[in-house]
């Protein structure tokens, strides 16, 4: 057998080779065509002519040769990208092709021949997506549609038995929520929205404008959040449409919406309506005696616990540390209870797989309420451990708020916000930290707190959710146990008397 130098030729050759079976007998010999890299001349004298060829990277490579072995079989070979073949006679090689002529080797087909196959899958699965969301669109229209006419025939309006309030819409629809358990179905959220009146704005902030408005003759409060903000507006949205949180020391919320109001997107979050207004502002205009001031303290820390702690079950909810506690994000009830507001910031965690839901918001809580671990960002971001304890830092500051408010003897201090003698109104990252972090100052502590029992406990509690070391800090579940304690002794001892 004659050997080629090229090294695909060889390849062809061991190809062919696997089916030959040598005669024993054959001596005749042909003139055939030969195109190779061996060719001396254009014509060899063999046994058998052979014709072999290869498509490969788009390209075909064809080699025509003799071979001086004698064959039995008809000496061919189809392969996928390499075909050959044999034949007996003079010349018999020249004109062969292997490879039918409409398979165009050229790089343009087989790049074709590549490419349009996917085209045509993304193609249907453009045309299967566009189907999806027409037959979403046309059902919730249709929902909609449905949905005001229920509203039209008094639905949400009145009932046969008389006219419905907002606490009958809450107990009503507490079974089929989306599972908060503290507002209403997401359908009926958007009716409520397009029924209520605003009637006055009560407060302004970086995040936008809170306004008193009127449903059904009934007070609720719409949180308008700025487009900027729109992130807080979508994470207090997720956490009350997916985390049973009715509790009475946490906002009630009513209902979320995005609404169109003078020609521009507006983000509503409707909650309910607190007459005496944020912490801050009572503080601003009212004085405690020892024992408001205890009910105060404890109805906040009730609303902690309830945002810290991990409910278990179906019904169950994630804990959430809250990120931004502070007296403007705690609201007070008739009931001089506090409940807390401003989920924005909130994170949420799960024991179920260790899931820590931090959420998408680039804002960062308020500087001057900001945990020492904050400020020279040596928190651990990963912990949720670690952003419970900054709410239990804020909550030690919002206490020292409400005590300085607190009567003694006869002496009340005005109200001060916390840091307000060593940091400028609107304090900067660097301020806090040179005072947090590098000082280590503390808010002062009156020398005549010490003599009220009340405020001689909360100035203890206050002191140890201030260490620098987190971890030193209490829980909000064992300043609760101390705060009931201390709560249920000055209960029996008013009783006493």
């Known amino acids: ?15 062919l080779s696997v089916a030959v079976v040598i005669y024993a007998n054959d001596d005749i010999y042909w003139n055939c065509i030969c195109l190779n890299h061996y060719c001396e001349q254009d014509i ?4 058998k002519c052979f014709v072999t060829e290869t498509l490969e990277s788009g390209k075909s490579t064809i080699f025509r040769g003799c071979y001086n072995t004698s064959i039995q079989e008809r000496c061919t070979s189809d392969m996928e990208n390499l075909r050959v073949k044999c034949c007996n006679n003079h010349l018999c090689n020249e004109d062969i092709s292997l490879f039918p002529p409409d398979i165009e080797v050229s790089g343009s087909n087989i790049i074709l021949m590549t490419v349009l196959p996917s085209l045509l899958v993304l193609a249907l699965m453009f045309l299967f997506a566009f189907l999806y969301w027409k037959l979403r669109h046309r059902s919730r229209k249709r929902s909609l549609a449905r949905l005001n006419d229920f509203s039209d025939a008094g639905f949400l309006k009145a009932s046969t038995v008389g006219d419905s309030t907002l606490g009958d819409l809450l107990d009503e629809y507490e079974y089929c929520t989306t599972g908060s358990g503290s507002g209403l179905p997401f359908l009926v959220q958007r009716t409520v929205a397009r029924q209520i009146t605003l009637v006055e704005c009560v407060g302004k902030g970086r995040y936008g404008e809170v306004w008193r408005g009127t449903w059904q003759g009934e007070n609720v409060a719409v949180k308008i959040f700025s487009s900027r903000d729109e992130q807080s507006w979508f994470r207090e949205t997720e956490i009350y449409n997916t985390v049973l949180l009715r509790h009475e020391n946490i906002l009630g919320f009513i209902a979320s919406d995005m609404t169109s109001r003078n020609s521009s997107t507006q983000l509503w979050l409707i909650t309910h309506y607190h007459d005496n207004g944020s912490l ?12 408001s001031c205890l009910e105060l303290a404890v109805s906040i820390i009730f609303g902690l ?65 900001m945990a020492p671990e904050v400020l020279d960002e040596t928190i651990r971001t990963d912990s949720f451990e670690s952003y419970k304890q900054t709410d239990l830092w804020a909550y030690g500051l919002v206490l020292w708020e409400v005590c300085r408010r607190t009567v003694i003897n006869g002496m009340v201090e005005d109200y001060k916000p916390p840091f307000y003698d060593v940091v400028p109104h609107d304090p900067s990252f660097e301020d806090m930290k040179k005072v947090l972090c590098i000082d280590q100052q ?56």
């Open 1 to 15: 057998m004659i050997f080629c130098t090229n090294k695909m030729l060889q390849n062809h050759f061991w190809l």
């Open 442 to 497: 503390r808010p002062n502590i009156p020398n005549n707190w010490s003599s009220d029992t009340v405020l001689s406990a909360l100035t203890k509690i206050m002191r140890e959710c201030w260490f620098q070391n987190p971890s030193a800090r209490l829980t909000a579940l064992r300043i609760k146990k101390t705060l009931n304690k201390l709560k249920n002794s000055m209960d029996h001892t008013k009783q006493e008397c």
């Open 305 to 369: 616990v309830h945002l810290h702690v991990e409910i278990f079950g179906t019904q169950g909810k994630p804990a959430i540390a809250h990120r931004d506690l502070k007296s403007r994000n705690i609201l007070v009830k008739s009931n001089k209870q506090c409940c807390i507001a401003d989920l924005g910031l909130a994170v949420m965690h799960s024991q179920n797989g260790d899931y820590l839901d931090i959420g998408n918001n680039p804002r960062v809580g308020t500087k001057r309420y």
């Open 44 to 47: 060899c004298t063999g046994k």
């Open 280 to 291: 801050y502002d009572y503080l601003q205009r009212t004085t405690l005696d020892s024992i």
